[in-house]
């Protein structure tokens, strides 16, 4: 996993930070919370111009504030990140966490990647690392109050699975840093360690996500939608353990990609969200695990 950034004991099983890619887009500042993204060309088939607008940084991760298309501009906004970001620790193998109390606070970002103010939890509405690798925070904010005090938006989800070959960007709130690249394919399979994902986003090479990045939104450049949620990466070859995920196939086989990096879609996550942004594992379509 891009490890969650708490300190030594943690570190010593999750990705280490490493210096910043060729392929990462950052600023010039000195201190990585101090950069602010750089302006970037536009891309020459782009039609939403990304930008860090929306994200946001976590104490040990990033995340984002996003929406479902329902989403009403009075409901309790949403904040998203990985289940193996939560504050209470690492979701065990088929643990589903709902509707958990947290205080949680995250520093939400401006385009530029400045600081624009902080939010607050008021629960983890969802959280598991069982299928896929997200958490789910309802804020004591509503997306009209966010948008009203500090001129920011939600990020969208894509209710549509994204496809092979689109150009993505995965926006880290914590690093305020963008890599950008494509989805090179799926992995039918994604193990990592005691944890199985499913139907996972593979990166291309030039996504090079380093520690913090963990919860990051991986955007369609094409419509600034979120279509996953980066969580993982292998670090170092090794065979489907802790920090190297490996990929398994329908009929058993493994593939290693040392290098590589991946997210967790997240179209599965927009029918199980209802009226007033609840989540309600009970929904007609809704696949998500269930405590």
């Excluded at 969580?231 to 490996?246: A, K, M, Q, W």
Aim: aromatic share 6%; hydrophobic share 35%; glycine share 10%.
């Amino acid at each position: 996993m891009n490890k969650p950034l708490v300190g030594a004991a943690l570190a010593a099983v999750l990705i280490g930070a490493a210096s910043v890619p060729a392929a990462a887009v950052s600023s010039d500042a000195p201190a990585p919370d101090k950069q602010t993204a750089a302006v970037q060309p536009a891309a020459k088939a782009k039609a939403k111009a990304v930008t860090f607008a929306g994200t946001v940084a976590l104490s040990n991760c990033s995340g984002s504030v996003v929406r479902v298309p329902s989403s009403q501009p009075t409901d309790p906004a949403l904040v998203m990140s990985n289940g193996h970001c939560l504050e209470t620790g690492f979701p065990a193998p088929g643990q589903v966490i709902v509707d958990r109390a947290s205080t949680r606070s995250f520093t939400l970002l401006n385009a530029s990647g400045g600081n624009a103010g902080t939010v607050r939890a008021s629960k983890i509405a969802y959280g598991t690392m069982t299928d896929t690798d997200v958490s789910l925070y309802q804020l004591t904010s509503t997306y009209k109050d966010i948008e009203s005090r500090y001129g920011i938006k939600a990020l969208e989800l894509d209710s549509a699975r994204p496809a092979q070959g689109k150009a993505i960007t995965v926006a880290s709130g914590y690093w305020k840093r963008m890599y950008k690249c494509n989805i090179d394919g799926f992995a039918y399979r994604l193990k990592e360690g005691r944890w199985t994902w499913k139907d996972s986003v593979r990166y291309t090479s030039a996504c090079q996500t380093i520690g913090g990045t963990s919860g990051s939104p991986v955007i369609d450049d094409a419509t600034g939608k979120v279509v996953a949620v980066n969580n993982t990466g292998n670090e170092d070859g090794g065979r489907c353990t802790d920090n190297n995920p490996c990929e398994v196939d329908e009929n058993g086989k493994v593939t290693v990609r040392q290098g590589i990096n991946y997210g967790q879609q997240t179209y599965t996550i927009v029918p199980c969200v209802g009226a007033g942004n609840k989540i309600d594992l009970n929904r007609p379509g809704c696949t998500l695990p269930k405590p």
